[in-house]
């Protein structure tokens, strides 16, 4: 068997396989502590404060190990970051349900945090030196797809087990088995080589990394991180108070973006990495916006071009870094995506001032209850608006800068062909 890595070996595909149950262990981690936090609250007799604190925690760790992870990839590999992933996981799963305590829940959840990190240092890169071109961007999509596709098994098991009367312990234990089927997948494998030879060394990455490009993607990705995270966080709320159903929204949005992802290398194919961003910053501004102003039926519309707008943002972020800053390695990838997570903790509190003041203004209007809800959130929403809008310039900017980039090396590599011809 071909261990180089290649994408025409087994033990690419097996690796691909592993990455893909690593995600989704990250996506149940996420789905299923969510729904069962609730029992959780009421079980040990915890503050919303308290529970808000656990859910920090795994939005903690996830970038921590994200960044210690890009740097020192090349130095341990992927394998050893791996299994300590491993272990982060079945050490926060089985604290989560023996610890019983409000600290223990604290530390368990920071762990899972830090295994889920661990995944997106060791797998992005994997998959950009393992594939070539439009297939690695294929790939990427298609590893990306697990987040949401996930999110959506995570739902629907927790749903069943809670209806049926399971316990919110034997929910946990579900989220150790793709755990343990990725440490059965990755064990004994090589990990491919960096295509780049800067890319494996620190220097080369830190050089890559203050590139204006770089810097470039970095508030980007910053903007294209809330504009994903932001209103999931908050529409269900809103949206409770204006005739729709929000689980079902969620499920419709979790799921396009799951199917969209799948078929995202056909894009990227087509498009190329800056069209199809600059499409999805269009498609996610209209989804947004029709939140902000549209009730009942209308708010799954908005809901369709909102998941087809924000589906290939995170993957073809990490992409793009792969594809057009290939020295700043698995480094340059782990700190896009660990931006992308910070972006997210620091913007929640400014999104719940935005309400909060939203909610004083239409108080002062004179509206209560369930309309005083639906008027605030929708304005807040609307403010929303900005974060996709602004990446519409933002990626119309990079669309013509990749161009004019790409225009100038062919004319440069034509000038020089007659000389190394010789």
Same mark, same amino acid.
């Given at each position: 068997m071909d261990n180089t890595g290649n994408s025409t070996s087994v033990n690419a595909n097996r690796l691909f396989y592993g990455s893909?149950?690593?995600?989704?262990?990250?996506?149940?981690s996420f789905s299923i502590r969510a729904g069962i936090l609730p029992q959780?609250?009421?079980?040990?007799s915890l503050t919303a404060e308290q529970l808000g604190y656990i859910n920090s925690m795994w939005f903690l760790g996830f970038p921590i190990s994200m960044v210690i992870g890009g740097l020192i990839y090349h130095k341990v590999g992927g394998k050893i970051i791996m299994q300590f992933a491993f272990f982060a996981h079945a050490i926060g799963i089985i604290m989560t349900i023996y610890s019983g305590?409000? /600290? #223990?829940? &604290?530390? $368990?959840?920071?762990?899972?945090?830090? %295994?889920? @990190?661990?995944?997106?240092?060791?797998?992005?890169?994997?998959?950009?030196?393992?594939?070539?071109?439009?297939?690695?961007?294929?790939?990427?999509?298609?590893?990306?797809?697990?987040?949401?596709?996930?999110?959506? /098994? #995570?739902? &629907?098991? $927790?749903?069943?087990?809670?209806?049926? %009367?399971? @316990?919110?312990?034997?929910?946990?234990?579900?989220?150790?088995?793709?755990?343990?089927?990725?440490?059965?997948?990755?064990?004994?494998?090589?990990?491919?080589?960096?295509?780049?030879?800067?890319?494996?060394?620190?220097? #080369?990455? &830190?050089?890559?990394?203050?590139?204006?490009?770089?810097?470039?993607?970095?508030?980007?990705?910053?903007?294209?991180?809330?504009?994903?995270?932001?209103?999931?966080?908050w529409v269900g709320l809103i949206l409770a108070k204006s005739g729709a159903q929000?689980?079902?929204?969620?499920?419709?949005?979790?799921? &396009?973006?799951?199917?969209?992802?799948?078929?995202?290398?056909?894009?990227?194919?087509?498009?190329?990495?800056?069209?199809?961003?600059l499409g999805s910053a269009i498609l996610a501004t209209i989804g947004v916006y029709l939140f902000s102003t549209q009730t009942g039926g209308m708010a799954y519309v908005a809901a369709i071009f909102f998941a087809l707008g924000v589906a290939y943002f995170w993957p073809n972020m990490i992409g793009f870094i792969a594809d057009k800053i290939p020295k700043s390695g698995a480094l340059?990838?782990?700190?896009?995506?660990?931006v992308g997570m910070f972006s997210t903790s620091i913007f929640q509190p400014i999104i719940g001032g935005w309400i909060d003041s939203d909610k004083a203004a239409a108080a002062a209007a004179g509206l209560t209850g369930d309309e005083l809800?639906?008027?605030?959130?929708?304005?807040?929403?609307?403010?929303?608006?900005?974060?996709?809008?602004?990446?519409?310039?933002?990626?119309?900017?990079?669309?013509?800068?990749?161009?004019?980039?790409?225009?100038?090396?062919?004319?440069?590599?034509?000038?020089?062909e007659p000389a190394t011809s010789l």
């Open positions: 893909c149950f690593a995600l989704i262990t990250t996506a149940l959780l609250g009421e079980e040990l305590s409000y /600290i #223990g829940l &604290l530390i $368990s959840t920071l762990l899972i945090g830090l %295994g889920n @990190g661990c995944t997106e240092a060791a797998c992005n890169p994997m998959i950009a030196d393992a594939y070539q071109g439009n297939r690695m961007s294929k790939m990427m999509n298609r590893f990306h797809m697990w987040f949401p596709g996930g999110i959506v /098994i #995570g739902s &629907l098991v $927790s749903k069943f087990m809670t209806d049926a %009367g399971f @316990g919110w312990e034997t929910q946990i234990w579900v989220i150790l088995i793709p755990a343990l089927i990725y440490a059965y997948l990755f064990f004994g494998q090589s990990w491919p080589k960096a295509k780049v030879q800067e890319a494996a060394t620190l220097a #080369g990455n &830190l050089k890559a990394m203050v590139s204006p490009l770089f810097l470039f993607m970095i508030i980007c990705m910053a903007l294209t991180a809330i504009t994903e995270f932001g209103p999931q966080q929000p689980m079902l929204v969620l499920a419709l949005v979790t799921g &396009l973006m799951a199917v969209a992802r799948y078929f995202g290398g056909d894009m990227v194919h087509k498009f190329d990495q800056t069209g199809v961003l340059g990838m782990s700190i896009i995506g660990a809800e639906l008027v605030a959130g929708q304005a807040t929403l609307g403010t929303m608006v900005s974060f996709p809008a602004i990446l519409i310039v933002l990626f119309t900017i990079l669309l013509f800068w990749v161009r004019s980039r790409n225009a100038n090396s062919k004319a440069q590599a034509q000038t020089q």
